[in-house]
């Protein structure tokens, strides 16, 4: 066996076990400790497939800042007593509608990226490198990348509305 | 020829390790002699001449303390704090080139542990996953005044990484890439990035003291509110590991700002010392002059110490998101009207 497959099969099954443990452990905070595992053997996954920028932006974005503050407030919410959320049927209704558009969603990407994937392998340019990507992004994918930060910009203002609507109302 | 850069690169790595640890002890020395100096007292000056054997007693003193275990249901998250704290802060150094090249054995030898073309990211990424030592100690102590040492650490230093990361945005425009080689190539000469830079030098000096969490951004650990802060619960060495990482921090923050803003291993006269003395003296000086430089950065960071007072919470957090967000930005803007200045005059032929 090669080097690369066995550390493969390792981040995998590192992946896998700390994903299902984030879901099984009862204590919320050894949960989102699991998840930071998760996502940091996902960033070793990057870095097999030599995308080092990938890999450390990754570690960046959800390790170093989202899973900082998921913690932050699970520490501040102080959840001891462990109690089952009552959810209408709606919630689950919703929740299994947007899991089959996130599968649509995957399939799509896996149907439409092998030709583009294929072509820049064959042309051997160092797609790992900052300015190649930069170029990727801002030319073919200008469209989406600006609706993908518009859309930040929308979730942050209404997260903004959302907290001063709460203060208002007290 | 696959076994000889093992070799040197396991040399380089012990090496740049070694010297972490010794300068994070004598920076504990340093810190008393400055704090002394600076109220008028003697300081340390019983072990050794000086007392410059003072860090070996106290590590001796922390090794041979009792270890306090706290009543806490997450004994193992206990232990992995302090080692998080430790690893990370310890980690930063590999991608910091400490000078250009050595040419022995009739091969060049890059005083570097690694050259990532994104060294500067690397950097930020170790440092955001810095917070987890402090976060997770503090919440595992199962003390209130661990949890809210930890809690304050952790919203501080997310707040500000997003001044840092902005003022090194403009700073990026400038130099065009992420390699921390390459940025201190670029600086050869007097082309100091601090001359171009002042306004991102500025703001990462101050994101650096509050990503170290050392005076006046020690809110974690502000004795007077929070006994001790997130290692209230740690005794012995555990304890010492939190001292010792915050230490190493300070170091590679210092050499950071070194690299980026003050020409890294460059000094006036490289050149010429290069033709007339050879590579390898050309760059043991270098190593030399980065040493003075992040020597320079420790003093500062002790002189601030002891001298102005610990910022308010909500202070802490207005000057973070509401002066140095806005500033970071606004240099961003400034540095892109002069570039894009230069590139029409370029473009142009003026």
Redesign the interface.
């Known amino acids: 066996m090669s080097t690369v497959l066995i550390l493969f099969c390792v981040l995998s099954a590192i992946t896998l076990s700390t994903a299902f443990l984030t879901i099984f452990s009862k204590n919320p905070i050894h949960s989102a400790i699991y998840l930071v595992i998760c996502f940091f053997s996902i960033a070793g996954h990057y870095l097999l497939l030599n995308a080092q920028f990938l890999a450390i932006v990754h570690i960046i974005v959800y390790s170093g800042a989202i899973m900082i503050l998921f913690l932050f407030t699970i520490m501040l919410m102080n959840l001891n007593e462990q109690r089952e959320v009552y959810r209408p049927r709606i919630t689950r209704l919703g929740a299994i509608v947007s899991f089959c558009l996130i599968c649509l969603v995957l399939i799509t990407i896996f149907i439409n990226s092998k030709p583009i994937v294929g072509e820049y392998t064959s042309t051997g340019e160092d797609y790992q490198s900052i300015k190649v990507l930069g170029k990727i992004l801002l030319n073919e994918y200008m469209v989406p990348f600006e609706f993908a930060s518009i859309l930040l910009l929308v979730a942050m203002i209404g997260t903004v509305l959302l907290s001063k609507k709460e203060k208002l109302e007290k | 020829m696959d076994s000889t850069i093992i070799i040197e690169k396991s040399v380089i790595i012990v090496a740049v390790f070694a010297l972490t640890m010794l300068m994070a002890m004598y920076s504990t020395w340093a810190e008393r002699k400055v704090a002394a100096w600076l109220q008028d007292r003697v300081g340390p000056n019983r072990a050794g001449p000086f007392g410059l054997f003072q860090p070996l007693a106290d590590g001796l003193k922390l090794f041979s303390k009792e270890e306090f275990e706290p009543n806490t249901p997450n004994r193992f998250?206990f232990f992995v704090g302090p080692a998080i704290a430790m690893s990370t802060a310890l980690m930063t150094s590999a991608v910091i080139p400490w000078g250009d090249k050595l040419h022995l054995f009739g091969r060049d030898i890059l005083l570097q542990a690694t050259d990532?073309?994104?060294g500067l990211?690397?950097f930020?990424?170790v440092?955001?996953?810095g917070?987890?030592g402090i976060?997770?100690g503090g919440?595992a102590s199962n003390n209130k005044f661990s949890?809210m040492g930890?809690?304050r650490a952790?919203?501080q230093m997310?707040s500000y990484?997003v001044a840092m990361g902005l003022s090194m945005i403009a700073l990026l425009m400038m130099t065009g890439t992420?390699s921390l080689r390459e940025i201190s190539a670029q600086q050869a000469g007097m082309n100091w990035n601090v001359f171009y830079q002042p306004l991102s030098f500025i703001i990462f000096l101050i994101c650096a003291f509050a990503e170290t969490n050392r005076t006046p951004f020690d809110l974690a650990e502000c004795e007077s509110e929070l006994i001790g802060g997130y290692h209230t619960e740690y005794s012995s060495m555990k304890m010492g590991f939190y001292l010792f990482a915050e230490y190493a921090n300070m170091f590679i923050s210092s050499t950071i700002l070194a690299v980026l803003f003050f020409g890294g291993y460059n000094y006036p006269g490289m050149s010429w010392v290069v033709e007339n003395w050879g590579v390898n003296i050309a760059n043991v000086l270098g190593f030399g002059a980065l040493f003075i430089k992040l020597c320079g950065f420790i003093f500062f960071y002790m002189w601030v110490r002891w001298t102005i007072p610990r910022f308010r919470y909500d202070q802490l957090m207005h000057l973070g998101w509401r002066i140095l967000i806005p500033l970071s930005i606004i240099n961003i803007i400034i540095t892109g009207i002069v570039i894009l200045r230069a590139d029409i005059a370029a473009y142009l032929g003026f």
């Open positions: 998250l990532l073309n994104i990211l690397y930020f990424g440092v955001s996953v917070v987890y976060m997770i919440w949890l930890a809690v952790a919203s997310v990484e992420l």
